[in-house]
């Protein structure tokens, strides 16, 4: 969902949008509102990118919270062996070639650069709840286009009511008015 200059990543899914700077993809985490699990995947832009098993196309974000309450950025893909840290207050996280770097705290974690064509990026939300919000930050949603087909129910004339005035429909309704006026001044001046 659109919010302000972000978008909230509220459901699993596909998702399209477009980047104000075409050149960065951030997600933003408010780690103190975060008590749950979340992970979306992205086509990397280079060949043999790889952050994650845990997507098909190896390139991910993750985030989850341990047992003791810290939170976790990039595990289990993390091969340094962290497990977490406390919770700060909102971050960002900006997604690179190699590595996502923790843009606050300078912690870098591996990633890949997602691929970006015409400042789009597609994503795929595997899991998302409330439980932990994460947003895009600086980003709008692609609106699909509506197109309509010259011959669609919407453009067909059959389906649209006459502007004719001398139409049999604008004369019966015209009609009706006028005997609705004379019963009603009848009924009230007896």
Request: proline share 6%.
């Amino acid at each position: 969902m659109q919010n302000g200059s972000d978008v909230i990543m509220a459901k699993p899914g596909p998702l399209e949008v477009i980047l104000n700077n075409a050149s960065e993809l951030i997600f933003g985490v408010c780690e103190q509102n975060c008590f749950g699990e979340f992970l979306v995947c992205f086509e990397g832009a280079k060949n043999g990118s790889y952050s994650t098993d845990l997507c098909t196309s190896k390139c991910g974000f993750y985030v989850n919270v341990n047992d003791e309450g810290e939170i976790i950025f990039m595990m289990p893909f993390n091969s340094e062996g962290y497990y977490g840290r406390r919770k700060f207050n909102c971050t960002e996280m900006v997604m690179r070639d190699k590595g996502t770097r923790h843009k606050e705290y300078g912690v870098v974690y591996p990633s890949c650069l997602p691929k970006v064509e015409n400042g789009i990026v597609k994503l795929n939300i595997m899991n998302a709840t409330s439980d932990c919000v994460v947003s895009i930050k600086n980003s709008k949603i692609k609106r699909e286009e509506i197109t309509t087909l010259p011959n669609s129910p919407a453009n067909n004339p059959s389906n649209n009511p006459p502007s004719d005035p001398s139409s049999a429909a604008t004369n019966i309704s015209a009609n009706f008015g006028w005997i609705f006026v004379l019963i009603s001044f009848c009924i009230f001046h007896q």
